[in-house]
């Protein structure tokens, strides 16, 4: 390892995926993990740091990184660049490795005949079906999907013909095996086959789905010498592509989810096989971004594998690699919601994605109740607890701190009216702060319609997402002909507009409860000045230039909207230079 890291100059080998400059004596770069701007990646002579994000490492680490390569690809890769021979194992190893690979061409064959059996007349169900569920042909033969047939044999018969024997089937997972260990009958008949592939895109076993409603439902092959279900993530190599090609790496439940959304355009994703993610998958996953998604179901079920997954995740935690969670709309998997709703539903699932911080929390506090002493003793050790399993010291502290922090925020009794108090506020990240402080402003326009003359203007200057394009649209019509600017006359135009769910995106709970101000409970003078305070906080930059760009205008044409404009951004810049806005109505952060 050393040789290999001594004959690689560093700075060649990155600089075949960015473009360094010289600093001093070392160069530095924008980094090629995470968009930026200006440089803050720097390559020394042996090892590199981005102070952006963290990512730092050597010749080995950069290659892993950039590629999605395991430890002895990148080893081997650079080997061969530096002229050395990686040592070779020992002569039962070398046995051992040749029968692997018979076991991957085994398994190729055997895919190789799955998807010939698809295409064929035997295989029309079993194609009528993935074609229902919403699959291309394209899709189809690129994920390699096929028809096992009806178990009677024709597997065994086809392959001996390559002079593969039972036996060999057996250790390849396809025959079962006798109480006498004996090869037996096939393990996977009349079902729908997928190819499970390893990291470099070598077949290794299957899962097979059963036509009807059968049980099991799915069925995937047993241990091997080349598989191990809890070490193996399902579309793994395909995901190796998308993620270098720009997309987020997630992790979904299942493999008609992550075939549906690689088709809808969703590179990055992965499944676990049937079972709750490990640690191992863990690590496939980080090697892949170091802030991957994990994706789960509303529903129960969903929130108690968000817990377990939280939990295996806590002691691998770093400054440079966490988890975020995605929770999908009750009642939807990835698959249902894209072709009920389309790509741009699941995008949006995956924008509210919650930080593991926050999700750890709200996760935590629904395993028990907080009405009591003594349950908000229980869920306070809880939080402790969890704040404990994380290994690095430093990331450990900054855990406890927050998650400590919320705890005696929502527990503390405040004397405000009942009707008036509000749960705790979550925290939003940086990057998410402006999609939510958007999303709070378009929820007051909804909640109060007659602020749309005076506030349509500076909310249109903002950098709408989608929905609330879309909402943006229906809004000023709705405005200039209404005889009552009112709210429930609002959301029933919406929803003849087939505008209901982008209402529902700025009116809801999701991913972060929406301030006081743009409750159900606030006046219309509450709400619009919430609106210029959190207006003022997304635009503290060019505020001062707008508030003398309105100065000119009222000075040129003394109205009263162009008054009212000026008299509104006047004190929007006031409030955000103070920082101060009614706390229990909108918090900066």
């Known amino acids: 390892m050393d040789e290999v890291r001594a004959r690689t100059p560093l700075a060649a080998l990155i600089g075949r995926r960015v473009k360094l400059s010289r600093s001093g004596r070392n160069w530095k770069a924008c980094c090629p993990f995470h968009g930026e701007k200006s440089p803050s990646f720097y390559v020394y002579d042996d090892g590199y740091h981005c102070f952006g994000c963290g990512a730092h490492g050597d010749a080995i680490g950069f290659v892993m990184q950039s590629q999605g390569s395991s430890f002895m690809e990148a080893v081997e890769m650079l080997a061969g660049e530096a002229g050395l021979d990686v040592p070779k194992p020992s002569a039962a190893a070398e046995a051992a490795e040749r029968q692997r690979l018979d076991l991957h061409d085994i398994l190729q064959a055997a895919a190789t005949l799955y998807q010939q059996n698809l295409f064929a007349p035997q295989g029309a169900p079993a194609l009528a079906y993935l074609r229902g569920r919403g699959l291309t042909d394209e899709t189809i033969r690129r994920f390699g999907l096929g028809w096992s047939g009806d178990g009677r044999g024709a597997l065994a018969q086809r392959l001996a013909a390559e002079d593969v024997t039972p036996v ?340 809801g709970e999701v991913p972060f409860p929406l301030p006081a101000c743009a409750g159900a409970d606030a006046t219309a003078s509450e709400a619009e000045a919430g609106w210029w305070y959190i207006y003022g906080l997304m635009r503290r930059g060019s505020l001062e230039e707008e508030v003398a760009a309105a100065r000119r205008d009222f000075a040129a044409t003394p109205s009263q909207a162009a008054q009212q404009r000026l008299i509104s951004l006047s004190g929007a810049l006031e409030s955000s230079r103070r920082g101060e806005y009614g706390q229990d109505a909108v918090s900066e952060d």
């Open 168 to 507: 060999r089937l057996m250790e390849a997972g396809l025959l079962r095996p006798g109480e006498d260990g004996a090869p037996r009958g096939e393990l996977f008949y009349n079902r729908v086959m997928f190819p499970i592939r390893d990291r470099r895109g070598r077949v290794i076993s299957f899962g097979g789905r059963i036509m009807g409603d059968g049980q099991p439902k799915y069925v995937n092959g047993p241990e091997t010498a080349v598989f191990s279900k809890r070490r193996t993530l399902y579309a793994l190599d395909f995901a190796r592509e998308g993620v270098r090609a720009g997309a987020a790496a997630v992790a979904v439940e299942g493999y008609m989810d992550v075939i549906a959304l690689h088709q809808a355009g969703f590179g990055g994703a992965v499944a676990p096989l049937g079972t709750a993610l490990t640690a191992e998958q863990l690590e496939s996953l980080w090697q892949l971004s170091p802030a991957p998604t994990l994706c789960f179901d509303g529903d129960a079920a969903g929130g108690r594998a968000a817990a377990r997954a939280a939990d295996v995740a806590l002691p691998f935690l770093a400054p440079d690699r966490t988890i975020r969670i995605a929770t999908l709309p009750a009642g939807e998997d990835p698959d249902t919601l894209i072709r009920s709703r389309g790509p741009a539903a699941f995008k949006a699932t995956l924008e509210a994605a919650r930080p593991l911080g926050v999700a750890l929390y709200d996760l935590l506090r629904e395993s028990g109740g907080t009405e009591t002493p003594e349950q908000r003793a229980a869920f306070r050790a809880r939080l402790a607890a969890a704040a404990a399993k994380i290994t690095d010291k430093g990331l450990a502290a900054e855990y406890r701190r927050d998650l400590m922090d919320r705890f005696f925020q929502s527990t503390k009794r405040g004397a405000a009216p009942a009707a008036r108090q509000r749960a705790p506020r979550p925290l939003p990240e940086a990057a998410t702060a402006s999609a939510e402080r958007i999303r709070t402003l378009t929820a007051i326009l909804l909640r109060h319609p007659a602020l749309l003359p005076r506030l349509e203007e500076a909310y249109a200057s903002l950098p709408l997402p989608p929905a609330a394009h879309r909402l943006h649209a229906a809004l000023q019509p709705y405005a200039d002909d209404a005889d009552n600017l009112d709210f429930a006359g609002l959301i029933a135009h919406l929803t003849i507009l087939r505008l209901a769910d982008d209402a529902a995106w700025a009116l």
